[in-house]
Structures are given as C-alpha cells and as structure tokens.
C-alpha cells in the first residue's frame, strides 16, 4: 500500500522548486555557522552553551524523535553539511549537478559502503563523554566535518562524504529502510524508454530511482523529480518497515553499522546510565 504524495499538485509544484528546500537548507545552513561561533566564543560551561543545548539536546531529539521515524532520511535533504561542497561542484546554488569546479573523481571501491561511518560512528562515541560536553570540541567537529566535506567535494564525484564517511548518514540511511517514505519511479516502462536518465545524472546519491530496491542510499534531495521529463517519480508514503523483507538485499557493511549502534547504545546506557560509578569515572578520563 502506497500514497504517492505528487498526486497532490500542491505538493508536487512543492517538491518540483528548488525555492522551498533552499529555504530551509539556507536556515539549517546559518543554525550550523551560529552553532560552531557560539561553541568557540560563548560559555565554556556545556548546560549553558547553545552548541551543546542545540546540538545535542534539541537536534540530537528531533533527528531520532521526527526526522527518522516519520521521515527516514528527511534531515539529509535540508542538512546544511554537504551544501557549500555541493555549490561548488555545481557551479552554483540552483544548478544541478556538473556545472562547477572539482576533479569528479570516483570513490575508490573498496572504502564504498557503511565500513567507515561505523569507524565514525565508534570514535563519536569513544569520545562521546567530551564531545557532547564541551562546547568548544563540538565546534571544532563541526568545522572538521564540514571542511572534510568541501574537501571531499572538490576531489571526488557527487556525495562521497554523506555516502560514505557521515555518521549520521551511517545510521540514518539504516533506519530510513523501514521509514514511512520513499522515492521511487511511477512507471517502469516510461523509465526504459528515456535513453538520456536524467534523473541519475542528476542525482547527487549516485542512485537511479528505476533501480532502487531500498531508500538507504537516496537522500530524499528531489533532484530526479525535478529533472525528470515525464514527471515520472513518486513520493511514496509507505508502511513502516517497507524494505526490510527478503526482497531487499542487505549487505554486512550494513550489519556491522547495525552492530556498532546497538553495542554503543548498550555501552552508553550502561555507563551513563547504570549504578557503576568507576565506567563513568573511566569515560571521562579517556574523553
Ligand atoms: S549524510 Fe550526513 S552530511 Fe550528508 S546530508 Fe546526511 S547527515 Fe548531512
Ligand atoms: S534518487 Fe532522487 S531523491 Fe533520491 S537521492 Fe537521488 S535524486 Fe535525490
């Protein structure tokens, strides 16, 4: 059972303009830039910090409380990380892709996959204990962040940074497998026809919407949509858990991300969380 959201002309003429999403990517873009000045400048005390209180308090609940659940990989679409990268590899801020500067170079094969966003995602928690309470470490990951991917931008083709380094997306295009959206073609045939596929040059994933089995890798960023002569893709609303059955092939990058996640979050409630004083102790000495 599906609901294809671009039946609604509202919707879809929506989705279809680049002036919505620019909107509010341009907001998350100027939350990111105020976040890392007031974690560099502003109170050295965590609770009184607004990098800490935005970042790991609000952003952090609103990721795993709306953006995941009723959205998969929404925060992707509006996330402000990979824009300045991606304005320069277009050559502009409304242009689709291929218009800019950058060598576009591919990913090497043997780094593709989640393998080094589970590397991030353990050395985040390693250090979770300094990282979340100290205002000035979170700006400096932030700026480390998003420099890593301009730079990655530069070198490599499309996303390489969100499709292979980001924690976030690490974890993010996991849940978005059993999130209640989806991008998908509307009919196949039409999509055999167009020899140009302009919706896979187009998109910056490196995914082709006929060939998606599973939303893990599509950033919901609308650039088939809107580049589509046939007005050809769907937004789907679709039962929570769509791409967990047999049908979906799963790989063990994705097992071992799933791995990672599930021990850190034993790991982290039990010394956070749990009655033993010397883990907490011990947390805090290593970071
Ligand atoms: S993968 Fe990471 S950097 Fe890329 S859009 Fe998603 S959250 Fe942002
Ligand atoms: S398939 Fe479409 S919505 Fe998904 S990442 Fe590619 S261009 Fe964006």
Redesign the pocket.
């Known amino acids: 059972m599906r609901l294809d959201l671009t039946r609604n002309p509202r919707v879809f003429s929506l989705l279809k303009s680049r002036w919505p999403q620019f909107i509010i990517r341009a907001a998350t873009l100027a939350g990111f830039v105020f976040t890392i000045l007031a974690g560099l400048f502003g109170s050295v005390v965590g609770s009184h910090n607004f990098a800490i209180i935005f970042v790991w308090i609000a952003w952090w609940t609103a990721l795993k409380l709306i953006f995941i659940p009723f959205g998969g ?1 929404s ?3 509006i ?4 824009m300045p990268g991606e304005w320069l590899q277009n050559g502009g801020i409304f242009q689709s892709r291929g218009h800019g500067i950058g060598l576009g170079k591919q990913w090497p094969k043997f780094l593709q996959g989640n393998w080094l966003q589970a590397g991030g995602f353990l050395i985040v928690g390693l250090f979770g204990a300094v990282t979340l309470t100290s205002p000035k470490v979170t700006a400096i990951v932030l700026l480390s ?1 998003i420099g890593l ?1 301009i730079i990655m931008s530069l070198i490599f083709e499309r ?1 390489s ?3 292979t380094i ?5 974890f ?2 996991l849940y978005a497998q059993a999130g209640p959206v989806e991008v998908r073609v509307k009919d196949a045939k039409i999509c055999a026809d167009h020899n140009e596929k302009t919706c896979y040059t187009a998109c910056p994933w490196g995914q082709y919407p006929l060939a998606l089995k599973s939303s893990a890798n599509c ?1 919901l960023c609308m650039e088939c949509l809107r580049v589509c002569p046939s007005d050809n893709i769907a937004v789907n609303l679709r039962p929570w858990g769509s791409d967990l059955g047999p049908k979906t092939k799963h790989r063990l990058d994705e097992a071992f991300l799933g791995l990672v996640m599930m021990a850190s979050a034993i790991v982290d409630s039990a010394v956070f969380l749990g009655p033993w004083g010397q883990l907490k102790t011990a947390a805090y000495s290593i970071g």
């Open positions: 990989r925060w992707c679409s996330c402000p990380i990979p962040i991917a996303r940074f969100c499709n980001c924690p976030i997306g690490g993010t295009g950033g």
